[in-house]
């Protein structure tokens, strides 16, 4: 689990950004290697991962993987989580205002562990088809939706559920052996958890950064019923 709270090096005031390797080309760095300008914000993909950088002030914020980064000033080189083997790293050597210069580094070629958002076309998951039935038991908490909100529950999906896990909810849809998990701040619809769960992998993810880290994992299925695990770490 990667969760960070920098305190930086404070970077001197300036008019103008220095130049970045790749400009603005997020598409650099899908190979874990790059430099590249923010402004506001930004999603870019290292080896089938989905990262979010928000920049702002005198923060600077990472999000994916399985962890935060929350920076302020400059810093780094600092270990980019949701890898297994061979880590990326990430330095930020500029930093003003809403603007920030990225450098992404690899050595090696690391095994995704696991995506906090989906990517078309780029998952790190099996090619073997998933069973399309595990058959379905009685979970501990039924359907008490209740019981997940501090984090530690085990419940029965129909269909599909609103449920409330930690400080966030999450509208659940249940359909061919899968469950679909989606959370979206009310003050930014953009700004979102977006989870698919076939019984391939889990999710990973925090309520506020530095905060609490939960996981969903799917336990059983069959159609339009399921049973999900959600467990603190």
Not at 10 to 37: F, H, I, M, W
Not at 62 to 78: A, N, Q
Not at 180 to 198: A, V
């Amino acid at each position: 689990m990667q969760v960070e709270s920098v305190s930086a090096t404070p970077v001197a005031r300036s008019s103008t950004p220095p130049a970045a390797k790749d400009g603005q080309n997020y598409k650099a760095c899908a190979d874990g290697n790059c430099e590249v300008l923010i402004r506001g914000s930004a999603v870019i993909t290292v080896y089938g991962v989905q990262f979010t950088f928000k920049v702002a002030g005198d923060t600077f914020d990472e999000r994916g993987g399985d962890g935060f980064l929350h920076l302020s000033g400059t810093g780094g080189p600092f270990p980019v989580g949701g890898f297994t083997g061979a880590s990326p790293t990430l330095k930020v050597p500029f930093h003003e205002g809403d603007t920030a210069v990225v450098a992404i580094t690899t050595v090696g070629t690391p095994t995704p562990r696991r995506l906090r958002t989906p990517i078309p076309g780029a998952s790190p998951r099996s090619t073997t088809p998933t069973p399309t039935k595990l058959p379905i038991y009685q979970p501990a908490d039924g359907t008490n939706y209740e019981a997940c909100r501090d984090g530690q529950c085990e419940v029965l999906l129909h269909r599909s559920a609103r449920i409330t896990i930690g400080k966030l909810a999450f509208d659940f849809t249940v359909a061919n052996g899968a469950v679909h998990m989606l959370s979206c701040k009310q003050d930014n619809p953009l700004d979102c958890y977006d989870f698919h769960l076939d019984g391939s992998g889990g999710a990973g993810w925090a309520d506020e950064p530095g905060g609490v880290m939960y996981d969903a994992n799917l336990k059983a299925y069959d159609g339009e019923d399921a049973v999900l695990s959600i467990t603190t770490e």
